[in-house]
């Protein structure tokens, strides 16, 4: 399994971003995806998952209601969409792959697979 992330950048606040993950190796099994981010300094937060089949996703608090992830199994592609930015949502963002439902979905030990990162930066 291989994820390569994209669509980070610098945004104003209260703008968007869409970040893609595009994930080899999960054409077959069930697998559940998903979002970290990490602040400078401190530990990997879980931002949002997903199962391949897109039938169930789950948010963090902080950014419920805000972000959206889905999934794209034609083109083997995660997405989250990222609205109405603020400065602390300025983090690096990593896409996250695991087969089968993880116990704790928030907790970055249940994922296999991780990508390389993107840099979200927030800021006027």
């Known amino acids: 399994v291989l994820l390569v992330e994209s669509g980070g950048g610098l945004v104003q606040p209260g703008g968007s971003l869409r970040l893609t993950c595009e994930a080899s190796?999960?054409?077959?099994?069930?697998?559940?995806v998903g979002w970290f981010r990490q602040f400078p300094g401190k530990e990997r937060e879980w931002v949002a998952v997903?199962?391949?089949?897109?039938?169930?996703?789950d948010y963090a608090d902080s950014v419920k209601g805000r972000f959206t992830i889905s999934a794209d199994t034609a083109k083997n592609t995660v997405y989250l969409q990222m609205n109405s930015l603020e400065p602390k949502d300025t983090a690096v963002y990593y896409c996250?792959?695991?087969?089968?439902?993880?116990?704790?979905?928030?907790?970055?030990?249940?994922?296999?697979?991780w990508g390389q990162g993107t840099q979200v930066t927030v800021s006027s």
């Open positions: 996250v792959a695991t087969l089968g439902q993880p116990s704790r979905w928030y907790d970055g030990r249940a994922y296999d697979y």
């Open positions: 997903v199962t391949w089949n897109g039938g169930t996703t």
């Open positions: 190796g999960l054409s077959a099994g069930r697998y559940y």
